[in-house]
């Protein structure tokens, strides 16, 4: 089905409901969906099953089926004759009995007859088919043919054209995503419309020539060497009707693939505009085949690069399934100070081993110390030389911290990115190795600032820079807890590469994501391509799925994966502050009150400049940590400190956080009440913030307390109206009677106690009764 064409499917449905006696002629060229668009817009207006679909009108063997093709009749007596030179020489009464009898029975709606299949709408053609729609309005029939091209001059004006055209990048791309297995990448979906010419038949045809990387982007595809079957289908017709003249200009025509998010479809020479690029490469086998000399030095699609140039172009459009060797075994066979650039840069954004620090220089010999520019700058002339020099520490020092895990002075490492930072004409894949370090030494106001200040250099940026863009944005927002935004430039990322989702460090930004935002606990911790991923992407994965197992309220697993986050990633992207308290916050929810064990003592011991927790949020979190670790009992002064003592309101994120940790520590330390109003406000506030996720994790740690012997369900978080209708529900009413008695839809009935089992932490109301007869709020007594 073809999407997209919401003012095509109007016209149609109007045409179909109208009573005006008139023709509609859909014109387009083969593959361009009239078929599927005229049954999607008859559907649409209730005549999917009143509809009669004729196939092969201008055949010796025409036949009429229904729109879900389940029904066939022939219709041979009544095929359209070569020339017609009486309206008598076709018995236009007869095919609609015949085609009324059959449909009679089909059921209610718009009586449509969607003669298929005309091809070129001759003269002979059209005055045929104005004869049958003559006969068919008559017989309360509207008349909608599908036609090629239209040689009928002039038509009748009871004809109305309505011209098909290309389908845009959106609604290729669903027609694609519909019909294939393999997600596209938004690049390939660009090329695919500029080379069909937005035709969907001829797009389906390319794509299914094409492999699972270059369909995902993982490895290069910039046109077609031949013309296939379908597109010389569509354009034969065309094509015989150029002059010798036209066909040769054609042939000759640059044929580039258009670049991504970039030109109309569109070439043009002195003579002609190459709308339809295939026609143009179908003139140029015509004339090759005739000997034409001219044609042999004909510009092609420019993807013949070789050598160090091919490996930049594959590390540009991360088309990393076609790296001949390990990227930095590349570097090695051809030094050169932008490769090298190229290669450090999607080694350190994607998180592949593809370099080994531990042993030996951390460039190959021959790539000069000019590299870091390449890394940093699209071009470095007027950079100074003092912010070049502090480029090249900035890139040895992440380098070092990428294969050792050390970082010997981050307050030079703080300085040389202030430095850095504000510089023009960075590359993205630059800037987001810089919002990361910035991170992880706690100034997510420097890196929020650094996305800032280049947000409007992106015109001319590689697709990995556009990766590269919105993984540094999701970086700071899952730092700063916005987790919908998380998810969002996870989504723009991968559309323009499938691939990215297997990343590491994506698929760990996406699991802390999708927990805080719909409770989702993470189905696996099996990386992708495991073994291929550094010790920094690992630890950061880790933490992110510690951090996810933290909110759903797998207290436990958090434990264990933040344990090993730490030791695998000494300064993860999230600050160390922020993961150490998930890691506290962890073992106090799953172990009994006491010591933190010591393990966790020793991952504590490094010392936390102030600089790490100058930000505000930043600031909240150490609170918590200290107030966690500070064991004051309940009700914990440090914990009221932390609440209310901040100078900057907090975030709604870090406020949560802290009521969920003080709720925890409180119940767990035998101040139920305490806890219990903590979670409480952590409850309205999650759902308020867009973060419910959080319900599951409180329902669970409640639970698991209840289970152990504490208070009783959390019936008091529930509201006067579904207590009313748990109570209802509790003493057998049906939802129709609850409805009635609280004067509101049984769909509102359904909704609000599918909300009160979710707060309740349970399935059904089987489980509501089993809940009120063990445990019952004081409130659910009364009739």
Not at 10 to 24: C, E, K, S
Request: net charge negative; aromatic share 4%.
């Amino acid at each position: 089905m073809v999407h997209g064409r919401d003012r095509e499917l109007r016209v149609i449905g109007h045409f179909a409901t109208d009573l005006d006696p008139t023709v509609l002629v859909v014109r387009g060229l083969s593959g361009i969906g009239k078929t599927a668009t005229v049954i999607r817009a008859l559907k649409q207006v209730g005549a999917g099953s009143s509809a009669v679909r004729v196939v092969r009108p201008c055949s010796p063997r025409p036949s009429a089926h229904d729109l879900e093709n389940s029904r066939r009749i022939d219709l041979s007596a009544w095929s359209v004759p070569d020339h017609l030179e009486h309206d008598s020489d076709f018995d236009a009464a007869g095919f609609l009995r015949a085609v009324s009898a059959w449909a009679d029975d089909a059921g209610t709606g718009p009586r449509v007859l969607f003669v298929d299949d005309v091809g070129v709408l001759t003269t002979e053609r059209a005055r045929w088919l104005q004869h049958l729609a003559d006969e068919a309005y008559g017989q309360d029939w509207r008349v909608i043919a599908a036609v090629r091209s239209i040689s009928a001059d002039p038509l009748s004006d009871d004809v109305e054209v309505l011209e098909l055209g290309p389908l845009d990048r959106g609604s290729l791309r669903r027609v694609l995503d519909m019909e294939l297995s393999v997600p596209v990448a938004a690049d390939v979906v660009e090329q695919l419309r500029w080379w069909s010419a937005g035709n969907p038949r001829i797009a389906l045809e390319l794509a299914g020539a094409l492999s699972s990387g270059e369909l995902r982007g993982d490895a290069a595809w910039t046109g077609p060497e031949v013309v296939g079957s379908a597109a010389r289908r569509v354009y034969r017709a065309m094509l015989a009707g150029l002059d010798p003249a036209t066909m040769t200009a054609l042939a000759t025509a640059p044929l580039g693939a258009a670049p991504f998010g970039g030109a109309a479809l569109e070439r043009r020479d002195a003579r002609s505009a190459v709308r339809h690029p295939l026609l143009a490469l179908l003139c140029r086998e015509a004339r090759g085949a005739e000997g034409h000399a001219d044609l042999r030095d004909a510009p092609v699609a420019e993807h013949d690069v070789t050598g160090a140039h091919a490996v930049e172009h594959i590390l540009d459009g991360l088309h990393l399934d076609e790296l001949p060797a390990r990227a930095w075994a590349v570097v090695a066979a051809a030094p050169g100070p932008r490769l090298a650039a190229r290669a450090v840069g999607v080694s350190l954004l994607t998180g592949r081993t593809w370099m080994d620090h531990r042993d030996g220089p951390l460039v190959p010999d021959g790539v000069g110390p000019e590299w870091t520019d390449h890394l940093w700058w699209r071009d470095a002339a007027g950079i100074p030389a003092d912010v070049r020099a502090a480029g090249a520490r900035v890139a040895l020092t992440l380098l070092r911290l990428e294969g050792t895990g050390e970082l010997p002075d981050p307050g030079a490492l703080r300085a040389d990115l202030r430095l850095l930072g504000p510089t023009p004409g960075q590359d993205w894949v630059g800037v987001e190795i810089q919002v990361r370090a910035l991170l992880m030494l706690g100034d997510v106001v420097g890196a929020r600032s650094l996305l800032a200040d280049h947000s409007g250099a992106a015109a001319r940026s590689t697709v990995a820079e556009i990766v590269a863009r919105d993984l540094a944005a999701a970086r700071v927002a899952a730092f700063d807890g916005r987790a919908v935004d998380v998810r969002t430039h996870l989504a723009h990322a991968a559309e323009l590469r499938p691939s990215v989702d297997e990343w590491l460090p994506a698929r760990g930004l996406r699991a802390a994501a999708d927990a805080v935002v719909d409770g989702t606990a993470p189905a696996s911790t099996m990386p992708a391509q495991a073994g291929s991923w550094s010790a920094r992407a690992l630890g950061e994965y880790a933490a992110d799925l510690g951090a996810a197992h933290l909110v759903v309220g797998q207290a436990e697993g958090a434990v264990a994966l933040l344990t090993i986050a730490l030791e695998h990633c000494a300064w993860p992207y999230r600050g160390r502050v922020q993961v150490r308290c998930d890691l506290v916050e962890a073992v106090m929810a799953s172990t009994p009150p006491g010591r933190v064990g010591p393990r966790v003592e020793r991952l504590l011991e490094a010392p936390v400049a102030p600089e790490e927790r100058s930000a505000v949020d930043v600031a909240a979190a150490w609170s918590r940590l200290s107030a966690l670790l500070a064991d004051d009992g309940t009700p914990s002064p440090a914990f009221e400190a932390a609440l209310h003592a901040a100078p900057v309101p907090m975030s709604p994120w870090q406020r949560v956080r802290m009521l969920v940790a003080y709720g925890r520590y409180a119940v767990t330390r035998g101040g139920r009440a305490t806890g219990t109003a903590m979670l409480d406000e952590a409850r309205t506030l999650v759902r308020l913030a867009g973060m419910a996720g959080w319900l599951r994790g409180i329902d669970v740690f409640l639970a698991e307390t209840d289970a152990s012997g504490g208070a009783g369900p959390e019936w008091e978080v529930l509201g006067r109206h579904e207590r009313e209708m748990v109570r209802l529900a509790v003493h057998g009413a049906t939802n129709s009677q609850i409805a009635q008695a609280t004067f509101v839809s049984e769909r509102t009935v359904v909704n609000r106690l599918r909300q009160a089992y979710t707060t309740l932490g349970i399935r059904d109301r089987r489980d509501l009764v089993r809940l009120a007869e063990t445990r019952p709020p004081a409130w659910l007594a009364g009739g």
